[in-house]
């Protein structure tokens, strides 16, 4: 009985439910969809999932546009554009940086103020669901891996690491092993 090759489409999901990264990008897309629904319950206007991370490095104490653009991974243009909006709808301010008189950082507005209350009151809605879902000892240790464990400098990789394939990793064997493997807690989280 020969086996059936899965699609393109079907390797690359499968693929991509192997690895760490995917589980954290659903997560917080899940996270952000609280959040956005928050946002519309206390009658704000939409933000984008950009505006929202620009909102949650600012909460982390994130204010220059240069070094928010770094962490989000988009251009100093692209950030410039969103402030500009997030301004005029009155989210955030620009403000003379007290440390370079030629640069600008960036605050809450009254109006933004008022939305990161909104956002900690559903952050702890949020984890109060993950705790219900998974547990109280599952929250507990995801907060200490997650927000309070130093992770150190991201990984580097040679060119030769990078082009480095052997045949444990490849798309094939990891659709096989991946098919095999059980959701663990409730498949919709």
Known sequence: M??????????DSLTSRYFLMSGLLHAFYWMDEG????????????????QSMIMANLADGITRPSELARRIGISRQAVQQLLVDMEQRKLVRLVPDPDDARAKIVRYNSQGLEIGQVA?????RIDAEIENRLGRKALLELRRILV?????VPVQATEAEARTQDNDSSIDALVRHTKT?????????
Do not use: C, M
């Open 181 to 189: 493997k059980k959701p663990i807690g409730n498949p919709d989280f």
């Open 148 to 152: 309070e464990s130093d992770w150190g």
């Open 2 to 11: 020969t086996q059936k090759k899965p699609s393109e489409q079907e390797s």
């Open 35 to 50: 959040l956005q629904n928050h946002f519309k319950a206390a009658g704000f206007p939409k933000v984008s999932r950009t």
């Open 120 to 124: 900690i009151n559903a952050l702890t």
